[in-house]
T-cell receptor
């Protein structure tokens, strides 16, 4: 049973399109996150949700919008995709805010 | 200056040797420190967490924290080829965000 699962694992799309990535955790954690890992392997926080409320929104373009229907789900919607959005997006969860993180398998987004 | 600095490597060690991975940080108020391992094409997984100065051992892994000198290190004893991966250092900073270093790529040669 996967603890943190995200779909799709691979996404190839054209510039200007809109896409979504879904994430679900079955660990009972209160906090969920989206991280972006670029080609240089830097992991950067994008969003954090604690029990369905946004607690951090780093300086990401407003084309990115997180949505949390409940504390077990955190989805990421991206509008008007750009070439620079190509990266691996990781969903993660933790029991306490910014404690030990459990990551999903990642979603590799390629924008052509 | 980046908040969390790691040598990108690759760090190459022979099988059975001790691998020493280092991380320095700039935010003196950081309280919690973590080491994650990431295999190529996979997600990061937590190896160790350390919260107070000194050493913390778990099997072949030892984390060392020195808050005065602002560094944290990870020692891997009896390195195995299966330890070959990128090791990411992470810590909470003053804004209570978890900030990652760029990672050190470790290669353990048989």
């Amino acid at each position: 049973d996967t603890a943190v699962s995200q779909t799709p694992k691979y996404l190839v799309t054209q510039m200007g399109n809109d896409k979504s990535i879904k994430c679900e955790q079955n660990l009972g954690h209160d906090t969920m996150y989206w991280y972006k890992q670029d080609s240089k392997k830097f992991l950067k926080i994008m969003f954090s949700y604690n029990n369905k409320e946004l607690i951090i929104n780093e300086t990401v373009p407003n084309r990115f919008s997180p949505k949390s229907p409940d504390k077990a789900h955190l989805n990421l919607h991206i509008n008007s995709l750009e070439l620079g959005d190509s990266a691996v997006y990781f969903c993660a969860s933790s029991q306490v805010a910014f404690g030990e993180l459990f990551f999903g398998e990642g979603s590799r987004l390629t924008v052509l | 200056q980046k908040e969390v600095e790691q040598n990108s490597g690759p760090l190459s060690v022979p099988e059975g040797a001790i691998a020493s991975l280092n991380c320095t940080y700039s935010d003196r108020v950081s309280q919690s420190f973590f080491w994650y391992r990431q295999y190529s094409g996979k997600s990061p997984e937590l190896i160790m967490s350390i919260y107070s100065n000194g050493d913390k051992e778990d099997g072949r892994f030892t984390a060392q924290l020195n808050k005065a000198s602002q560094y944290v290190s990870l020692l891997i004893r009896d390195s195995q080829p299966s330890d070959s991966a990128t090791y990411l250092c992470a810590m909470n900073n003053a804004g209570n965000m978890l900030t990652f270093g760029g990672g050190t790529r470790l290669m353990v040669k048989p």
